[in-house]
């Protein structure tokens, strides 16, 4: 995916002394609208949202959006995976299975993954190791997760010079991959078990 758009307005109401219900006060707006913008949970605003924000605030579209210019691409260059099928007796945690049923599958795997990260004009390449232990229960569906991320992942983000919010963006674009790996490469073995 190639950059996201970020809603600048928590910024711009610290700027002037604002609080949500301020802003609520002052336009037509309703509170859950101010909320998400504030918040960046939005896919999508009306120009009227926009016009009232544009005039309380002062300000032009272009300061209330910012276009953020990131390409992230994750991509999953293991070979190591290793099923086991357990049942909920040999299970050490019972919070692990108190949804699973008389039998589990306990998945382990260390995952090595390649990061290539554009932004401002840089690219970054780095690759690091992720250890995963998932239970399944007999439905396959995934009941508990642990998961390390190796500290060459934080390290190497913590060298982008980027804001937070692109920073929570990159690791939010992690999570949704490395869901779909441990889902497919486990899912794929049980298909062999059935």
């Not at 554009?118 to 007999?138: A, C, I, P, R």
Request: hydrophobic share 40%; proline share 1%; glycine share 4%.
């Amino acid at each position: 995916m190639s950059g996201f758009i970020h809603c600048n307005l928590r910024v711009l109401m610290a700027e002037r002394g604002l609080n949500i219900q301020n802003v609520k006060d002052q336009t037509t707006l309703s509170r859950t609208t101010i909320s998400n913008l504030y918040n960046n949970y939005v896919s999508g605003i009306q120009f009227d949202t926009l016009t009232q924000l544009c005039t309380l605030l002062k300000c032009t579209t272009g300061d209330l959006f910012t276009f953020v210019n990131v390409s992230v691409s994750f991509n999953d260059i293991s070979i190591d995976c290793k099923v086991d099928m357990m049942s909920k007796n040999q299970i050490k945690d019972p919070s692990e299975w108190e949804e699973v049923g008389n039998y589990a599958y306990r998945a382990k795997s260390k995952f090595l993954i390649n990061l290539m990260l554009k932004y401002e004009g840089e690219l970054l390449v780095f690759d690091f190791e992720v250890d995963t232990s998932v239970l399944f229960n007999k439905l396959k569906q995934i009941i508990f997760k642990d998961i390390l991320i190796s500290d060459e992942f934080y390290l190497n983000l913590d060298n982008v010079k980027a804001p937070v919010y692109v920073i929570d963006y990159i690791e939010e674009q992690f999570d949704k991959f490395l869901s779909e790996c441990i889902r497919d490469r486990f899912l794929n073995i049980f298909d062999n078990l059935d």
